[in-house]
């Protein structure tokens, strides 16, 4: 299984950056998909998710309204549109699948993960 996110880059505060994650070696709608990211110095966190149809999405509070996450399971691929970009928004953002139904934003429960992708966020 391979998780590959790519997209991430350097924008100025209050500009928009999208993300993608494609996945191969899995059956992609058998998963729900979700964004983490780890700033420099912390730990990292959870951003969104989205169920297997797409149909449900769900996201932490400090990105609500500025971000939207998606999927195409005919392409395998998940993304993330990130606007209104905050300098607080720098961090390495990671895609990862958890088998199964129920959604979760905790880290132990997904079960693959990508390697990363820098978003980095001037002020």
């Known amino acids: 299984v391979q998780l590959q996110a790519s997209g991430g880059g350097l924008v100025q505060a209050g500009g928009s950056l999208s993300l993608s994650c494609t996945a191969s070696?899995?059956?992609?709608?058998?998963?729900?998909m979700g964004w983490f990211r780890q700033a420099p110095g912390k730990e990292r966190e959870f951003v969104a998710a989205?169920?297997?149809?797409?149909?449900?999405?769900y996201y932490e509070d400090s990105v609500k309204g500025r971000t939207t996450i998606s999927r195409d399971n005919a392409k395998s691929t998940m993304y993330l549109q990130m606007n209104s970009l905050k300098p607080e928004d720098t961090a390495v953002y990671y895609c990862?699948?958890?088998?199964?139904?129920?959604?979760?934003?905790?880290?132990?429960?997904?079960?693959?993960w990508g390697q990363g992708t820098l978003v980095t966020v001037s002020s």
């Open positions: 989205i169920k297997r149809s797409g149909d449900n999405t």
């Open positions: 070696g899995l059956t992609f709608n058998r998963y729900i």
């Open positions: 990862a699948a958890k088998y199964g139904y129920y959604w979760s934003s905790r880290q132990s429960d997904y079960d693959y």
